[in-house]
């Protein structure tokens, strides 16, 4: 359709605009052709595992020597500055369509997506919402939910940084089961049963959130039986942190 290639004229100009402009609009077409194959081929074979076809192998050999081919006849630029320049590409273009997923369905769970571009536009939401250290630390990640104003609140600059381009769904999802939480519809018994069936997975995933705590506000003061201002676990007071990523690891192919 029109629409689908528009996208992908998109896409492509935000790769391209990530290669190096010494190489000539011909040569730039031909390796983001190439480098999507070879990207393509390499998830082949790991999809593959132990059972790769030596057909899969030789082609991603013929397609590693064709860019080669192309860089050796540009001077100053080496293949891993396209790939480096092409893989930045890409994840900028991954992030776009997250961001998009997440403001066209954030609305039917009464949340608004608020995507901060760069350093100015960081400074300026913490001054206007008065953001506490707290906040201030999860807005230095690449997303949060920020409870008091109903947003997901991504930090562009740092999604790329960390590769984190998936952030908008993550942020997302918990949105959408944190208000199951409040509503009493993801029990206890549900997030023991995910961390007795996938706790060696999890546990990796979840490293970072260990011994993390904050102060519990009223919601999860009432929630967690403890009074309000008290310091309570991050784990414990955000059960969903293990059924989103429990959804990751699955989509990761990791369970």
Known sequence: SLENKVAVAQQRATIDKNLDPSISKEKRNKLIDLEFKRLNLKQDIKKQGENKLIDTSKKLKDVESQINDIIEGVEGVTVEDVRKGIEEGVKQVVLKQDVAFAKKYARFYDLEVNELKDQAAIDKYIKDNKLSQTDIDDLNTAGYVNEKTGEIVINRQKALELNNVTVG???????????????GKISQDLINDIKNKYGEVLSKRLKNYEGKTFKANKEIAKRLGVEEGSEVSYLKANPDEYITQLSEAIQAKEI
């Open 169 to 183: 769904n993550h942020e997302l999802l918990h949105g959408i089961l944190r208000k199951a939480v409040r509503q």
